[in-house]
């Protein structure tokens, strides 16, 4: 099966390429030429397996080009070896009748990007082998916090690559900084950005698509490569888990084959929620897909009136990695949206890119809303439902966790009908602890920044996830701070240019 850009039908390439080259050269998403089906019986069988076997079954009907032994060594080692807790790397967790929360928090950084972050070193390192690519491949990153450390931690000393992340100096968290700072491997290069997300990232898109550094680099058999979420090979690992869950509800006897669940999901860039949409267009009996977003609501703005507009003020909240008005994974689901019309996403993408705005059609808006529900709730609400949860279950909450509760619990009333809700936890709360203790009114004490996440294991006995406590007394490595407009030149320094 090949891919196809969502801004051009008649720029194919394998799946291997796709992975390559992360991003189309007009601009576009590779996107699967069709979405593969999962049959019944398919799902019914992986009920019984692991989670590697299930992401064999799933990466096997996308990689088509990769063989089944290829496939399975590259699942393993990203997903076994005690790289999540347990080597359980999406378990769920019953919080009510009808109520479970999918944990994907449990890898080497403590956030859901892991469950990509780990796969996709290989996927890379294994498509370049095919391509007889012998280049160096230079992942450029931007990132909200999570992404940066979790790309961090799969690149670190991979073969054959470099990893450089940028961050905003506003935009993440002191322990995400930390985290990052602290990354060790003799390939990894970090540094913040003055600024937002948005600038961050709009920094790196120059960067990618800036034409005279591409050639230096090609005559130093280097290439840029991306771990964003455009790039297919992040998107793909993150179906597996939608199936997985889906496996255990039947295998756990809370639901019978074909029961439809609803899944709820904190969105930023778009591209988890968009892995569910691509799971139940396999098949998986997922009824609706609700988008939850906080104050910087572009999204669920998006859901209610058809308009995107990122003509808006920007917050940042307490849920720092979806504090985004860009959400580039959307271009996909619009290919989807209007029948896979090139020129209709061409289009909306040039009113994007010229006012910061589109509108899509009343069809198209039809069958998004066919697909998908949204809502938004701001700080003062976060914080209250990681109280409520925490009062009514003993369960902490992430304030990213926190939002999709949130949006869960107004969705709730007014759904037709009641299926079962998956609600996909995307963080430990040990990574937002200064937050999640201002929720339970825990006052820490002294300035240290691992104060929180002592005063909140005191006050919970909630166990703090191995990967953060060995952050403790470790010294930075990266202190870098730089403008926009002095990117360029960190990153060629850096390469060596
Ligand atoms: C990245 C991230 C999100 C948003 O996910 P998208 O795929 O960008 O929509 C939500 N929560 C956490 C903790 C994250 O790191």
Not at 267 to 288: D, E, Q, S
Request: charged content about 25%; aromatic content about 8%; proline content about 4%.
């Amino acid at each position: 099966m090949n891919y196809i850009s969502t801004r051009d039908k008649l720029s194919i390439r394998t799946a291997s390429q796709a992975i390559l080259e992360g991003i189309s050269p007009e601009g576009g998403l590779f996107v699967p030429e069709e979405i593969p089906r999962l049959s019944e019986e398919e799902l019914s069988a992986l009920c019984a397996k692991d989670y590697c076997a299930r992401a064999e079954a799933v990466l096997q009907k996308y990689l088509t080009d990769f063989t089944a032994d290829e496939i399975a060594s590259c699942v393993r080692r990203a997903y076994t070896g005690g790289k999540f807790e347990n080597d359980l790397p999406a378990p769920l967790s019953k919080l009510d009748e009808g109520t479970y929360l999918l944990e994907l928090w449990h890898g080497p950084t403590c956030a859901f990007k892991d469950m990509a972050l780990q796969l996709l070193p290989h996927l890379l390192a294994m498509s370049a082998r095919k391509n007889g690519v012998k280049d160096r491949i230079d992942i450029l990153v931007a990132t909200s916090g999570d992404t940066g450390k979790a790309a961090l931690e799969g690149f670190a000393d991979a073969p054959g690559t470099g990893i450089l992340v940028f961050y905003p100096v506003d935009g993440v968290s002191e322990m995400q900084k930390l985290q990052m700072r602290t990354q060790e491997g003799d390939n990894v290069f970090v540094c913040a950005i003055e600024g937002n997300f948005d600038d961050a990232q709009t920094g790196v898109k120059a960067l990618f698509t800036d034409a005279a550094l591409r050639e230096r680099m090609a005559r130093a058999h280097q290439r840029f490569s991306s771990a964003n979420s455009i790039n297919w090979g992040r998107l793909l690992p993150q179906i597996v888990y939608y199936v997985s869950a889906y496996c255990d509800l039947i295998q756990n006897e809370e639901l019978a084959l074909g029961d439809e669940i609803d899944v709820v999901v904190p969105t930023g860039n778009f591209g988890n929620i968009l892995a569910a949409y691509y799971a139940k267009r396999m098949g998986v009996p997922i009824r609706k897909l609700v988008c939850a977003s906080n104050r910087n609501n572009v999204l669920s703005d998006f859901m209610a009136t058809g308009v995107y507009d990122r003509n808006r003020s920007f917050y940042p909240s307490v849920s720092p990695s979806m504090d985004i008005l860009i959400s580039s994974n959307l271009e996909r689901l619009l290919f989807e949206l209007c029948g896979r019309d090139t020129a209709k996403v061409r289009e909306l993408m040039e009113s994007l890119r010229t006012s910061g705005r589109y509108e899509i059609t009343r069809e198209m808006a039809d069958a998004l809303h066919q697909d998908f529900a949204g809502g938004y709730c701001d700080d003062r609400r976060t914080l209250e439902v990681i109280r409520e949860v925490y009062e009514r279950y003993s369960y902490l909450l992430d304030t990213h966790t926190a939002v999709a509760c949130a949006v869960f619990d107004g969705y709730v009333k007014e759904r037709e009908g009641d299926v079962p809700a998956v609600i996909v936890s995307t963080a430990s709360p040990y990574k937002f602890s200064g937050s999640v203790c201002e929720a339970l009114g825990i006052v820490p004490q002294g300035e240290d920044i691992f104060a929180p996440s002592d005063a909140l294991l005191e006050k919970t006995g909630c166990p703090i996830p191995e990967p953060l406590r060995r952050l403790r007394g470790r010294k930075p490595r990266f202190d870098k701070v730089c403008r926009r407009e002095e990117m360029l030149g960190a990153l060629e320094e850096w390469l060596g240019l």
